[in-house]
């Protein structure tokens, strides 16, 4: 079956550090698209009001629904790799390049990535950049390197 799932691609919002999933959604609706593309959002904290207790898992949103089996079904599938998206988990982090990752991100992007390749049963070097995969910048140097950092630990 081609819709197995193989990996996880890596995205950035390009965008404000206050960006919140219903902006994203938002911005996904009005191309047309059914929802939100990426199955994963790491927030950054300034788009949560209330601080004082935020844990890293605070940060880290359902985009569009995954289920438990190994395959992206008719309506999991993501919106946000060409080519990719039958085969792929799209996760997309708040972030710009005028300013950096809240370190709380860092943790959040991490764990994220550790649930999900241990849940679908994959391998740290499935982790993907977008800008692997497609023409684009995305997702900007600093989650790139992150990622590279997590391809070579015992993530799963
Ligand atoms: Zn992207």
Redesign the pocket.
């Known amino acids: 079956m081609d819709n197995k799932i193989q990996g996880l691609i890596i ?2 919002t390009a965008s404000g550090s206050k960006t919140t999933v219903e902006d994203i959604r938002g911005w996904h609706k009005a191309k047309g698209w059914r929802d939100i593309g990426y199955h994963r959002v790491i927030l950054h904290p300034d788009s949560i009001a209330e601080i004082s207790l935020l844990k890293w898992y605070h940060l880290v949103k359902e985009g569009r629904e995954l289920d438990d089996d190994l395959y992206l079904e008719i309506g999991e599938e993501g919106a ?2 060409k080519g990719f998206n039958k085969s792929h988990i799209g996760i997309c982090v708040v972030g710009n390049t005028n300013y950096t990752m809240h370190p709380l991100q860092k943790v959040a992007l991490r764990e994220t990535c550790r649930t999900l390749l241990t849940r679908f049963k994959l391998a740290p070097n499935t982790i993907k950049l ?1 800008r692997e995969v497609n023409q ?1 910048a ?2 900007g140097e600093e989650i790139s390197e992150l990622i590279k950092k997590f391809r070579t630990e015992r993530l799963a």
């Open positions: 995205h950035w946000h790799a977008h684009t995305c997702p």
